[in-house]
């Protein structure tokens, strides 16, 4: 399996950016995670990256934020009747995609787990793969450890192998916490840079950098 970070708000050289996040992943199941905040954005990097926004299988939105959603009228666009789970909402917008809400954790593909919607309002996923389970977040706005923690209750593991996303700038015994639950920590998006700087330092064994561009290979 393998992440592509279609945008994040560090950006990488030759690429477009906003403040966003999107996450291409690709494996058994090849879907979007979240959709940045301009579909022109991750339809340009991912030319770039030579990695194609057709023929997924799903798409998931963490929550119901500009900078997570602003792209999925061109996912609509380009793959009409797509799946994208979300939590709920009180008047859903087609965007040409069939919103399913989550009103639960579980396994809704095969090897892919939701927390639910934390606080009813945001979730996590995480992702089987050969180096163990990936936990994706958005913004953490329930808080990174407690979205994680969810997603390793529902899909039965002790520990992820990596948890990747916007952390929402934690306080540092968060990021302690978060670093009992996981092998790699990857903060991106709004998890700010004295939190990557925090990880860095103290589990310099546990940091993955990551910008708009980035490919991690699972």
């Known amino acids: 399996m393998r992440l592509v970070i279609l945008n994040d ?21 090849r879907f979007l995670f979240d959709a940045d905040t301009r579909g022109e954005v991750i339809l340009h990097n991912a030319e770039l990256l030579g990695v194609p926004l057709t023929n997924l299988d799903f ?6 934020h500009y900078d997570h959603y602003g792209g999925f009228p061109l996912i609509g666009e380009l793959n009409p009747g797509l799946d994208l789970y979300s939590p709920p909402i009180e008047s859903a917008p087609g965007w040409g995609l069939n919103v399913v809400p989550v009103e ?11 927390s639910g919607p934390v606080e009813n309002f945001e979730q996590a996923v995480g992702v089987e793969t050969n180096s163990g389970l990936v936990v994706i977040v958005g913004c953490s ?78």
């Open 59 to 64: 798409t998931v939105l963490s929550h119901w």
């Open 9 to 29: 708000n560090t950006p990488g050289e030759g690429f477009i950016n906003d403040w966003g996040w999107s996450v291409l992943v690709g494996g058994k199941n």
């Open 141 to 218: 706005h329930p808080g990174v450890d407690r979205l994680t923690r969810a997603v390793l209750e529902v899909s039965g593991h002790e520990k992820a192998h990596l948890v990747i996303g916007g952390f929402h700038y934690p306080s540092r015994k968060t990021l302690d916490r978060l670093a009992g639950m996981t092998e790699f920590i990857a903060p991106a998006h709004c998890s700010g840079e004295e939190a990557k700087a925090y990880v860095r330092r103290k589990y310099p064994g546990k940091f993955v950098a990551v910008r708009t561009g980035s490919v991690i290979e699972l």
């Open 104 to 114: 639960g954790a579980g396994e809704f593909f095969p090897g892919v787990w939701t």
